[in-house]
């Protein structure tokens, strides 16, 4: 820590500018709640810190064509406060909400959650079945990615040197649509995810499903989108016998580690119970609005 | 060497500078610069909340903050509670209902319950409980923490 570096560039041109000079030295600085833990301990040892919450484009929630922009830095209690993003997406908001303690959250942000990239980030898999897009800027310009595609494995990201998360996309959502995240944990605060599945669904007029995203945390190195669990909800009034094979294709996904929170064999079998819980949640909130 | 840098932070209305190295946290400015040593430092992680204060009116961990990113904002502390000679309700409740016994994560609690108690001026126990999962206590047993912030909360409102 002796030769570090604190910039805090107030535009995104600048950020990416000191982040390609600073090479393998660079590291991004959100809210700071796992880069200043893991920067004390010496996990990481940068040259540079790029402090990214004075840049406009990282803050704040807009809604943009019919659905929402929320910068990659904004404070996890900004959402958590956001009267209409909370309604529209309360599985999100849920997740959001577990990402730590009041003070946590108060710093916390989407983006850091996402790119600290922990297989059991409580943020992630709601983020996942919104069907949200990440905003990437970097020295060769802009893009956009599902999120689903930013975690590669414990803390490994897609992101390309040099580059960061701007924002991220919440499409505009459909009538009859609801979203639920769930985690399994041995206390209700404060702890780490054994199991969380996030789910998020749209009917038709008459009950039926024809839009679903099913994704799992915990249960494997990354978050996982799992494609034959939505499959089976899709063209079903989500009934019993759609939730249960959903949640066959939950226990199917899982390539889970056993540690001192579960073995293998209790998160397979938890993250079908979680999933169709979630599911069963998300259901009604689609059928009520 | 790190470069240091100077700092301007506005703590409980009063302006200070100070000269601080990049990886300082907001915490030690308080603590070791500004001699404010109120506020308290259990884990230097973020997990107990001993470390709470008010950062541009949101209730934040100063452990987990730089002392840099703190530049040109506001701080409040514990120091800033009470008025010169009345005690903040929270903070004489606490004493009369044995809020507190060795006293280490109260000044984190104080600032956390009334943060809840600006945005919800009549919590339910199990709002309370949940708002302050975030500050750890090794000796009440919390339960005299809970009942010191409903009684405050009851006199505030009756005020
Ligand atoms: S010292 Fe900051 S949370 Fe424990
Ligand atoms: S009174 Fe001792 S830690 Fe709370």
Redesign the pocket.
């Given at each position: 820590m002796t030769d570090l570096r604190y910039e805090s560039p107030e535009t995104l041109d600048a950020a990416v500018a000191l982040l390609a000079g600073a090479g393998d030295g660079g590291h991004v600085l959100a809210g700071g709640t796992d880069v200043l833990v893991l920067l004390h301990s010496e996990i990481i040892a940068p040259k540079l810190l790029v402090d990214i919450k004075r840049i406009p484009e990282l803050k704040g929630i807009r809604e943009e064509e019919g659905g929402f922009r929320v910068g990659a830095a904004t404070p996890a209690m900004e959402l958590v406060d956001h009267a209409k993003f909370r309604a529209v997406w309360p599985g999100v908001i849920e997740g959001v909400n577990l990402i730590g303690s009041v003070?946590v959250k108060g710093r916390a942000s989407i983006g850091g959650n996402l790119c600290n990239a922990s297989p059991a980030a409580d943020s992630v898999p709601p983020i996942i079945a919104a069907g949200a897009l990440a905003s990437i800027v970097g020295p060769g310009g802009l893009r956009e990615a599902p999120v689903e595609e930013i975690i590669t494995g414990p803390r490994r990201t897609s992101l390309k040197k040099g580059e960061m998360i701007v924002s991220f996309r919440f499409p505009k959502r459909p009538p009859h649509s609801g979203d639920c995240y769930l985690r399994l944990t041995p206390r209700t605060e404060m702890d780490i995810a054994v199991v969380g599945a996030g789910v998020s669904l749209t009917l038709d007029d008459g009950g039926v499903c024809t839009a679903a995203r099913v994704s799992l945390g915990a249960i494997a190195p990354t978050p996982l989108l799992v494609k034959d669990a939505a499959d089976a909800l899709v063209g079903t009034k989500v009934d019993d016998a759609a939730l249960e094979r959903m949640a066959e294709a939950c226990r199917a996904a899982c390539k889970p580690i056993s540690d001192k929170r579960g073995t293998k064999e209790y998160r397979i079998k938890t993250a079908g119970v979680i999933a169709r819980r979630a599911a069963e949640t998300a259901l009604q909130r689609a059928r009520g609005n | 060497m790190a470069k240091k840098a100077h700092v301007t932070v506005t703590v409980n209305g009063d302006e200070y500078e100070a000269l601080c190295e990049p990886g300082q946290t907001l915490?030690d400015l308080l603590r070791n610069e500004l001699e404010l040593t109120g506020t308290k430092?259990?884990?230097?992680?973020?997990?107990?909340?001993?470390?709470s204060v008010m950062l541009d009116g949101k209730l934040v961990?100063?452990?987990?903050v730089l002392a840099m990113e703190a530049d040109g904002r506001s701080v409040d502390t514990i120091e800033g509670m009470a008025t010169e000679n009345n005690l903040h309700p929270l903070q004489r409740n606490f004493l009369e209902l044995n809020g507190l016994q060795c006293g280490i994560c109260t000044p984190g609690i104080l600032i956390a319950a009334r943060a809840l108690l600006e945005r919800n001026p009549d919590p339910t126990e199990t709002e309370i409980r949940y708002w302050l999962a975030g500050n750890l206590c090794r000796c009440t047993g919390y339960d005299k923490i809970i009942r010191s912030v409903m009684a405050a909360a009851e006199e505030m409102r009756g005020a």
């Amino acid at each position: 820590m002796t030769d570090l570096r604190y910039e805090s560039p107030e535009t995104l041109d600048a950020a990416v500018a000191l982040l390609a000079g600073a090479g393998d030295g660079g590291h991004v600085l959100a809210g700071g709640t796992d880069v200043l833990v893991l920067l004390h301990s010496e996990i990481i040892a940068p040259k540079l810190l790029v402090d990214i919450k004075r840049i406009p484009e990282l803050k704040g929630i807009r809604e943009e064509e019919g659905g929402f922009r929320v910068g990659a830095a904004t404070p996890a209690m900004e959402l958590v406060d956001h009267a209409k993003f909370r309604a529209v997406w309360p599985g999100v908001i849920e997740g959001v909400n577990l990402i730590g303690s009041v003070q946590v959250k108060g710093r916390a942000s989407i983006g850091g959650n996402l790119c600290n990239a922990s297989p059991a980030a409580d943020s992630v898999p709601p983020i996942i079945a919104a069907g949200a897009l990440a905003s990437i800027v970097g020295p060769g310009g802009l893009r956009e990615a599902p999120v689903e595609e930013i975690i590669t494995g414990p803390r490994r990201t897609s992101l390309k040197k040099g580059e960061m998360i701007v924002s991220f996309r919440f499409p505009k959502r459909p009538p009859h649509s609801g979203d639920c995240y769930l985690r399994l944990t041995p206390r209700t605060e404060m702890d780490i995810a054994v199991v969380g599945a996030g789910v998020s669904l749209t009917l038709d007029d008459g009950g039926v499903c024809t839009a679903a995203r099913v994704s799992l945390g915990a249960i494997a190195p990354t978050p996982l989108l799992v494609k034959d669990a939505a499959d089976a909800l899709v063209g079903t009034k989500v009934d019993d016998a759609a939730l249960e094979r959903m949640a066959e294709a939950c226990r199917a996904a899982c390539k889970p580690i056993s540690d001192k929170r579960g073995t293998k064999e209790y998160r397979i079998k938890t993250a079908g119970v979680i999933a169709r819980r979630a599911a069963e949640t998300a259901l009604q909130r689609a059928r009520g609005n | 060497m790190a470069k240091k840098a100077h700092v301007t932070v506005t703590v409980n209305g009063d302006e200070y500078e100070a000269l601080c190295e990049p990886g300082q946290t907001l915490v030690d400015l308080l603590r070791n610069e500004l001699e404010l040593t109120g506020t308290k430092e259990g884990c230097s992680t973020g997990d107990c909340g001993a470390c709470s204060v008010m950062l541009d009116g949101k209730l934040v961990c100063s452990c987990l903050v730089l002392a840099m990113e703190a530049d040109g904002r506001s701080v409040d502390t514990i120091e800033g509670m009470a008025t010169e000679n009345n005690l903040h309700p929270l903070q004489r409740n606490f004493l009369e209902l044995n809020g507190l016994q060795c006293g280490i994560c109260t000044p984190g609690i104080l600032i956390a319950a009334r943060a809840l108690l600006e945005r919800n001026p009549d919590p339910t126990e199990t709002e309370i409980r949940y708002w302050l999962a975030g500050n750890l206590c090794r000796c009440t047993g919390y339960d005299k923490i809970i009942r010191s912030v409903m009684a405050a909360a009851e006199e505030m409102r009756g005020a």
